[in-house]
C-alpha cells in the first residue's frame, strides 16, 4: 500500500513536473517552432476553405448585388446628368451676368452717350464681308451709321437697318475705316479691316515713335464715330524707306468671333462730310 | 405642298446659315447651306414654278446681306437651273451630280464675290482670297453636301409622293 503511493506520488510528480516544463519552454519561447508548424498547416486549411466558400457565396449573391449596383449606378448618372446641366445652365447665366454686368459698367463710366442694348443674332453669309445681325431696328430708333460698341471698345456702325434687326459693320471688315490717334503718341492715324478680318494702322507719320501695347482710340475725325472710344492696341510697326507714313498691326479689343452682345449709341449721328469733299 | 416643304427648307437653311454656319470657319472661309439646299432641290424636284422660290429666297438673302442684291440672286439662279441641266442632261448619279454642282456653284459664287470686291476697289489680295476663304469654303461645302442632298432628296421624296396622293 505504501509502494502504491508511492508509484502513484511519483507518476503525478512525474507530470506534474513535465506540465511544469512544457510551461516553461513555452513562455520562454523555445516551443514556438513546434507551434508554428503545428498550426500552419491548420491555418492554410482554414484560409483555402474560406476562400471557397467566399467564392461560392459572391457566385450566388453577386447577380442581386450586380442588379443593385446597376440600379443606384443608373440613378447616380441620371442625378449627375441634371446637376451638369443645372451646371451649365448656371454657367450660361452667370456669362450672361457678366456681359450685361460689363455693358452697364461701359454705359455708367461714358454717360455722355445713350445706348441700346443688343444680341447678336447671326453673321454674314459672304465670307468676304465681316459684318453681324442685331436684334435691334428702326422699331427701336436705331438709324443708319450709328456706332456700335461693347463694354471692351469700338465694333463698328450700323450699316443696314430694318424694323426689328439691323446690319452692322465691324471695323474688320475690308471696306472699314476709322480715323483714330495713338494717346500716347498723340497722332492722328487710320484703322482700316481686311478681307481676312485683320486690322491694320496706317497713316502714321514718320518719325512717331509707336510702341508696341500703344492704346488706340477714336479721334472723332470725319465724323463717323464719337471720340475716345476705344479701339485697341499696337502689335507691330512697320517703317519704310522711302515712304510717308508707317503702318502696322492692331490687336482690337473686342473678340469679334465671340461677341454676342453689343451696345449701340443712339445719340451720335454720323455727319456726312461727301458734300465738302473736293 | 413641294413648294410649300421647299420654302419651310430654304428659310429653315437661312437660320442655320446665319445662327451656326457663318459663325463656324475654317480659316476665314465657310460653308453655304443655302447654295447646298438650292442645289438638292434642283436635282430633286419635279414642280414647273420651283425657281420662284428660289428667286424669292435669292432676293431675300440679296436684302439681307452686305454683298449687292444682284449676287445671291443670280448665284442661286444660276445653281438652280444648272442643277436641273446636270439632272436631265448629264449625269445619272445624283450624289454625283451634286458634287459636281456643289463644286462649280460654289467656285463660281466666290467668284462673283471677288469680282462685287474688285469693282468696288477693296483692297485684297487674290491669292489670300483663294487660299484662305475659297478653298475652305469649298472643302466644307462638299463635306456638307452629302446630309444636306440625303435630307431634301427625302424632303423631296415625301412631298412628291403626297402630291401624288392628294
Redesign the interface.
Known amino acids: 500500500m505504501k509502494l502504491k503511493f508511492s508509484l502513484r506520488a511519483i507518476r503525478n510528480t512525474i507530470i506534474a513536473l513535465v506540465v511544469v516544463g512544457l510551461l516553461f519552454l513555452s513562455v520562454a519561447g523555445y516551443l514556438t517552432p513546434f507551434f508554428n508548424f503545428s498550426t500552419n498547416p491548420i491555418i492554410r486549411t482554414q484560409s483555402w476553405l474560406t476562400e471557397r466558400y467566399t467564392a461560392f457565396r459572391d457566385f450566388f449573391n453577386s447577380p442581386r448585388d450586380m442588379a443593385t449596383l446597376r440600379e443606384q449606378n443608373t440613378l447616380l448618372q441620371s442625378q449627375l446628368a441634371q446637376a451638369q446641366g443645372k451646371v451649365i445652365e448656371l454657367q450660361e447665366r452667370l456669362s450672361q451676368i457678366q456681359i450685361v454686368t460689363g455693358l452697364l459698367d461701359f454705359a455708367r463710366a461714358n454717360p455722355e452717350h445713350s445706348y441700346l442694348a443688343a444680341n447678336v443674332?447671326?453673321?454674314?453669309?459672304?465670307?468676304?464681308?465681316q459684318?453681324i445681325?442685331i436684334n435691334v431696328g428702326s422699331s427701336q430708333g436705331i438709324t443708319h451709321g450709328m456706332p456700335v460698341v461693347t463694354d471692351k471698345g469700338l465694333v463698328g456702325r450700323i450699316?443696314?437697318v430694318i424694323s426689328n434687326a439691323a446690319?452692322v459693320?465691324l471695323i474688320t471688315d475690308?471696306?472699314s475705316v476709322v480715323n483714330v490717334r495713338l494717346q500716347n503718341a498723340s497722332v492722328e492715324a487710320q484703322v482700316r479691316g481686311?478681307?481676312?478680318?485683320e486690322v491694320t494702322l496706317e497713316l502714321v507719320p514718320q518719325g512717331t515713335d509707336v510702341q508696341i501695347g500703344d492704346a488706340i482710340l477714336t479721334s472723332g475725325l470725319g465724323g463717323n464715330y464719337p471720340p475716345n472710344i476705344f479701339v485697341g492696341q499696337v502689335l507691330a510697326m512697320q517703317s519704310k524707306q522711302n515712304t510717308l507714313f508707317q503702318s502696322g498691326s492692331v490687336q482690337p479689343v473686342v473678340d469679334f468671333?465671340v461677341v454676342s452682345a453689343v451696345m449701340v449709341i443712339t445719340n451720335f449721328s454720323q455727319v456726312d462730310i461727301a458734300p465738302l469733299v473736293p | 405642298m413641294t413648294y410649300f416643304i421647299g420654302a419651310l427648307s430654304f428659310i429653315l437653311a437661312l437660320m442655320l446659315?446665319?445662327?451656326i454656319a457663318?459663325?463656324t470657319?475654317l480659316l476665314?472661309?465657310?460653308a453655304?447651306l443655302?447654295l447646298l439646299v438650292v442645289a438638292s432641290w434642283g436635282l430633286h424636284q419635279r414642280t414647273r414654278y420651283f425657281w420662284v422660290v428660289i428667286l424669292v429666297m435669292g432676293a431675300m438673302?440679296g436684302a439681307?446681306?452686305?454683298?449687292p442684291l444682284l449676287i445671291?440672286i443670280v448665284v442661286y439662279m444660276v445653281v438652280y437651273l444648272a442643277a436641273i441641266w446636270v439632272r436631265e442632261r448629264i449625269l445619272q448619279s445624283p450624289l454625283l451630280a451634286m458634287f459636281f454642282i456643289v463644286f462649280m456653284g460654289t467656285l463660281f459664287q466666290h467668284l462673283l464675290?471677288?469680282v462685287?470686291?474688285f469693282i468696288?476697289r477693296?483692297?485684297?489680295?487674290w491669292r489670300?482670297?483663294i487660299f484662305?476663304?475659297l478653298l475652305p469654303?469649298l472643302i466644307l461645302n462638299m463635306l456638307l453636301a452629302i446630309p444636306v442632298h440625303a435630307l431634301i432628296q427625302e424632303l423631296a421624296r415625301t412631298s412628291q409622293t403626297k402630291a401624288t396622293v392628294i
Open positions: 443674332i447671326g453673321r454674314e453669309v459672304s465670307p468676304y464681308r459684318y445681325i450699316d443696314n446690319r459693320e475690308a471696306n481686311s478681307l481676312m478680318g468671333a | 446659315q446665319y445662327g457663318s459663325q470657319p476665314a472661309g465657310y453655304d443655302i438673302i439681307i446681306s452686305a454683298e445671291p464675290y471677288m462685287s470686291l468696288s477693296t483692297a485684297f489680295a489670300e482670297a484662305n476663304i469654303s
